[in-house]
Nanobody, 121 residues
Framework: QVQLVESGGGLVQAGGSLRLSCAASGRTRSNYNMGWFRQAPGKEREFVAAITWSGSMTYYADSVKGRFTISRDNAKNTVYLQMNSLKPEDTAVYYC??????????????WGQGTQVTVSS
C-alpha cells in the first residue's frame, strides 16, 4: 500500500501561482504513473493532469493546458503540480493519485487526502 500526502495548497489571488506537492511513502516504487484530480463544491471530481512513471509523458485536461505543469522527482518519491495564471474556477480540493495514466479516476488505486486551493477574484 502506498500512502500519498498532498501539500502546498492555500489562498491566492487570480493570476497568481501555487505549487502542489504529493509525497509518497510506504511500499513506494518509482514506477507508478501518477495523476492530479480536483473537486469543487457540488461538482464531480475531475481530472487535471497525469504523468508516467518515468516522467517522459504528461497529459492535461484542456482547462489547465498551458497553465499547469506536472512533474516528478522519483529520488524523492514526490510529484508536483505547478499552477500558474490561476483563475477563480480553479478553486477546489486537489488530490493526487497513483496507479493510472488516464483521465478516469477508476484507473487509480491510491489517493491522498487532498489539499485546498482557493483562488480569489
Amino acid at each position: 500500500q502506498v500512502q500519498l500526502v498532498e501539500s502546498g495548497g492555500g489562498l491566492v489571488q487570480a493570476g497568481g501561482s501555487l505549487r502542489l506537492s504529493c509525497a509518497a511513502s510506504g511500499r513506494t516504487r518509482s514506477n507508478y504513473n501518477m495523476g492530479w484530480f480536483r473537486q469543487a463544491p457540488g461538482k464531480e471530481r475531475e481530472f487535471v493532469a497525469a504523468i508516467t512513471w518515468s516522467g517522459s509523458m504528461t497529459y492535461y485536461a484542456d482547462s489547465v493546458k498551458g497553465r499547469f505543469t506536472i512533474s516528478r522527482d522519483n529520488a524523492k518519491n514526490t510529484v508536483y503540480l505547478q499552477m500558474n495564471s490561476l483563475k477563480p474556477e480553479d478553486t477546489a480540493v486537489y488530490y493526487c493519485a497513483a496507479g493510472g495514466y488516464s483521465s478516469s479516476s477508476y484507473d487509480y488505486n491510491n489517493w491522498g487526502q487532498g489539499t485546498q486551493v482557493t483562488v480569489s477574484s
